[in-house]
């Protein structure tokens, strides 16, 4: 299976942009990568996703290197609710039942 | 819409009980999965299933039971629960089984301890 690799920790300041890492030298061609955050004491919520091409939506952006072997997930304006920790996944074509999430990164924003 | 609801919110057993964790989703998916998770730790894949009458096993299976005769339902059986069981279980769900843009969606989670 494709693995990922995330930092344990990030620290931001409110209403700074942040950029989230996630590596992922295995990645198969027809692997999607997907990010979710889990805020505390919640379920994990989908936060982004994409194949090959840079994606927005209201949420964050995801930038995807050429190679696809690293990403980066990107959070504009950090807020006091963007706490939480970002997991990176690689959802495969032909395994695509199996999603497994790492331990993810801890984002913390401080005031 | 009520989306993925988790039933109980907690839960404490003793030792050798049995539960069953129930999940159920009204968005009609056909992909349903329980995970687990640890203090400190990602969530790990306990079981999936595909679709109803279909389930296969994750990554930590062992000590837990499902079946699925519904779309909407996919309950997690413990035999005899253990103290290692302790944790928090999520419920999760996703439209397609073959397309791997499609995103899950989870349910609030359910904190077991057993004693």
């Known amino acids: 299976d494709a693995k990922t690799t995330q930092p344990n920790s990030m620290e931001s300041n409110e209403e700074e942009p942040v950029h989230l890492p996630c590596n992922h030298s295995?990645?198969?061609?027809?692997?999607?990568i997907h990010w979710y955050r889990q805020l505390p004491s919640q379920g994990p919520e989908y936060v982004i996703h994409?194949?090959?091409s840079n994606v927005n939506n209201r949420m964050a952006s995801l930038a995807i290197a050429e190679d696809r072997k690293s990403s980066t997930l990107i959070l504009h304006r950090a807020t006091l609710r963007d706490a939480a920790v970002y997991y990176c996944?690689?959802?495969?074509?032909?395994?695509?039942?199996?999603?497994?999430f790492g331990a993810g990164t801890r984002l913390t924003v401080k005031p | 819409n009520a989306g993925v609801t988790q039933t109980p919110k907690f839960q404490v057993l003793k030792t050798g009980q049995s539960m069953t964790l129930q999940c159920a989703q009204d968005?009609?998916?056909?992909?349903m999965s329980w995970y687990r998770q640890d203090p400190g730790m990602g969530l790990r894949l306990i079981h999936y299933?595909?679709?109803?009458?279909?389930?296969d096993q994750g990554e930590v299976p062992n000590g837990y039971n499902v079946s699925r005769s519904t779309t909407e339902d996919f309950p997690l059986r413990l035999l005899s629960a253990a103290p290692s069981q302790t944790s928090v279980y999520f419920c999760?769900?996703?439209?397609?089984?073959?397309?791997?843009?499609?995103?899950?969606?989870f349910g609030s989670g359910t904190q077991l301890s057993v004693l």
């Open positions: 968005m009609n998916h056909e992909y």
């Open positions: 299933s595909v679709g109803a009458g279909i389930t």
């Open positions: 999760a769900s996703s439209y397609s089984i073959v397309a791997t843009n499609e995103k899950l969606f």
């Open positions: 295995t990645i198969s061609g027809t692997d999607y």
């Open positions: 996944i690689l959802r495969a074509l032909y395994n695509n039942n199996d999603m497994r």
């Open positions: 994409g194949l090959t």
